[in-house]
């Protein structure tokens, strides 16, 4: 692996950026933290839903017109560091396996006349950027509810493409 894309490297990037991966993520559901699925020469790798948490608990607010959007951001930006973490999870703690990002959707408790979705999940769009910096920019959604779990100010899942590996035998998924 080169140092741009080695096994710690994306972690030492956040860490330069002021942010660190949180512990993998428990399910609070049946449900796993991530899917895999063999594609021709790599693995498809889906994060389940990540809500915004710091150290286990929830980051709670509404995105409301005209209100400052910094804890927004920063809501976002945590729960992406939480789908980060699963998806290392998936890659055995190896970031430097992931080829590509390529989907971002960010789901935010926001009012009905809300408008400014694709500023407040820019919080996640950073933590992507600061990882994987040689990447292109995933596609990306933004897409604004009325709850979330635990009343949580934002859920971010993450898709991406993997390296080629053998799943685990009977299912691509992880199971606690």
Same mark, same amino acid.
């Given at each position: 692996?080169?140092? =741009?894309?080695?096994?710690?490297?994306?972690?030492?990037?956040? !860490? !330069?950026?002021?942010? @660190?991966?949180?512990?993998?993520?428990?399910?609070? %559901?049946?449900?796993?933290?991530?899917?895999?699925?063999?594609?021709?020469? #790599?693995?498809?790798?889906? +994060?389940?839903?990540?809500?915004?948490?710091?150290?286990?608990?929830?980051?709670?607010? +509404?995105? $409301?017109?005209?209100?400052?959007?910094?804890?927004?951001?920063?809501?976002? #930006? &945590?729960?992406?560091?939480?789908? =980060?973490?699963?998806?290392?999870?998936?890659?055995?703690?190896?970031?430097?396996?992931?080829?590509?990002? =390529? &989907?971002? *959707?960010?789901?935010? *408790?926001?009012?009905?006349?809300?408008?400014?979705?694709?500023?407040?999940?820019?919080?996640?769009?950073? +933590?992507?950027?600061?990882?994987?910096?040689?990447?292109?920019?995933?596609? $990306?959604?933004?897409? %604004?509810?009325?709850?979330?779990?635990?009343?949580?100010?934002?859920?971010?899942?993450?898709?991406?493409?993997?390296?080629?590996?053998?799943?685990? @035998?009977?299912?691509?998924?992880?199971?606690?």
């Amino acid at each position: 692996m080169d140092g =741009l894309n080695g096994p710690d490297a994306a972690a030492s990037r956040l !860490a !330069a950026a002021g942010w @660190r991966l949180p512990a993998p993520p428990v399910p609070r %559901g049946a449900y796993a933290p991530y899917h895999l699925a063999s594609l021709h020469g #790599a693995t498809l790798v889906c +994060v389940s839903g990540q809500a915004s948490r710091r150290d286990g608990m929830p980051i709670v607010g +509404v995105c $409301r017109p005209g209100a400052d959007l910094a804890m927004a951001r920063t809501a976002c #930006a &945590q729960a992406a560091l939480s789908a =980060l973490s699963a998806l290392r999870l998936a890659c055995a703690g190896d970031l430097g396996r992931i080829r590509a990002v =390529l &989907q971002l *959707r960010g789901y935010l *408790r926001s009012e009905a006349d809300f408008e400014e979705h694709s500023a407040v999940l820019d919080g996640a769009s950073q +933590v992507l950027e600061a990882a994987f910096p040689h990447m292109p920019r995933p596609a $990306r959604s933004a897409i %604004g509810v009325t709850s979330l779990p635990g009343r949580c100010w934002a859920e971010i899942e993450i898709s991406a493409l993997l390296e080629d590996c053998t799943l685990p @035998r009977g299912a691509g998924a992880a199971k606690e």
